[in-house]
């Protein structure tokens, strides 16, 4: 096993960080493995916005509602970015409307997660951790005000990131028979029964981990994840149409 | 520079393999490391369709269109799969429909990115190359229909890989300046006046690549792309509905 599958492998989400900040050095070559990820057709239609300023950081974190964002060092929000290159077309005579395609939407929300994953494994291969921040999308419409979002551009989601002031515990995986199917998709007569041994599994998991407060078996987690109805977040395709994109 | 960084800045989409098939072991390594990516909340919601079956393959080269799909020693379909938690869900008694909102939907879209560019970074970093195919979604009916995905099920993009029969050139990147911003997002007076170095740059790398049949600067591909419309695609949310998401 090489070091890089060997740090992937002991993946573990970061939330509490050393005061230090990432050398400018460092955050040069991570944004650069960024650069240098996959595209859909070539098109880079992806950005960050890097969050310094601490107001907006804390209209971030009232968004997200976890206190600790606010205490990455780093935070970066990684949007779909159709609008570059709507403006590149325009400045060219284009004059048709498909960049504002769900199409287009796609193509870049799958730009911005291949470089923020890239990216994620470049910086815990140098020693720092990190932590997705999907919250910032309880209120997609005060993200775009707050970061001054254009239309056809929209937030994925946050990274924050640094030099680790804790160790978390490896968190048990469903196991992979359960995910990777051959030729069709699979489906097995009972889940319940099926996912046995792992839900135990996460019992056991929180009852031991440092901090933890719950309890939860996996299936416990996924009945209250269902029960946790956000309006807003539901509502993604109006905040989708919103910043400029046909829904249709 | 460590060894992960060097593979991350070096990658090239490879699209032309050996015909040797990978070892299993390595197989198992890789959706290992699939297995333990970073997850929304938690919820594993994307699963692989390993696609093994040469009538299949065609099948789905078929949508795709490109011809070298059928050649990869290995083709994994990356989906979102919200219907393995509705079912453990249900088998405990919620009676909620939550599990079909866009909301879940995007939260395993990305955990399914997540996953295959985190089995990206592993499989370039063992010698072996790679190409995202989203291509297969020319027709996401079909690829539903082909691989027998049940309802909260949607394909994602493919991923072929094995061992490498071509060094490709690096591709230029648009420089950063251009994608990351600081607090706000950053608009310029003229994109072409700000892309000129790099469109320039592709034109030359175009004219220069072995293979190479298109002369196109940057901005021209932006133009020819945005002229290519599919309405199956452009009709992704229709889709999306058909398997079973409350795209309101």
Chains 1, 2 share one sequence.
């Not at 096993?1 to 230090?20: A, D, S």
């Not at 209120?139 to 979002?149: A, F, G, Q, S, T």
């Not at 007569?189 to 440092?210: C, H, Q, V």
């Amino acid at each position: 096993m090489n070091e890089t599958i060997k740090t992937q492998l002991n993946h573990k989400t970061v939330r509490k960080f050393e005061e230090r900040s990432v050398e400018k050095e460092t955050l040069k070559t991570l944004v650069d493995v960024f650069n240098h990820s996959a595209s859909s057709t070539g098109m880079q239609q992806c950005s960050i916005i890097r969050v310094t300023n601490k107001d907006i950081k804390r209209e971030i974190m009232k968004v997200s509602t976890q206190k600790y964002l606010e205490d990455c060092p780093e935070l970066f929000i990684f949007i779909v970015d159709v609008y570059r290159n709507y403006k590149i077309a325009v400045e060219k005579g284009f004059e048709g409307d498909s960049y504002r395609d769900m199409d287009r939407f796609f193509q870049g929300f799958t730009d911005a997660v291949i470089g923020a994953q890239n990216m994620m494994v470049a910086l815990e291969s140098l020693g720092l951790g990190g932590v997705y921040f999907g919250s910032i999308l309880n209120d997609y419409d005060r993200i775009c005000e707050v970061l001054k979002l254009p239309e056809l551009t929209f937030p994925v989601f946050g990274v924050g990131f640094g030099y680790p002031a804790q160790t978390p515990q490896l968190k048990p995986k469903m196991p992979m028979d359960l995910k990777l199917f051959e030729n069709e998709y699979k489906i097995f007569p009972s889940y319940l029964e099926a996912i046995k041994k792992y839900d135990d599994e996460m019992t056991e998991y929180y009852d031991t981990r440092d901090e933890g407060r719950r309890s939860d078996s996996f299936s416990d987690q996924v009945v209250s994840k269902f029960k946790q109805v956000s309006q807003k977040r539901r509502d993604v395709l109006a905040s989708i149409e919103k910043q400029g994109f046909n829904i249709k």
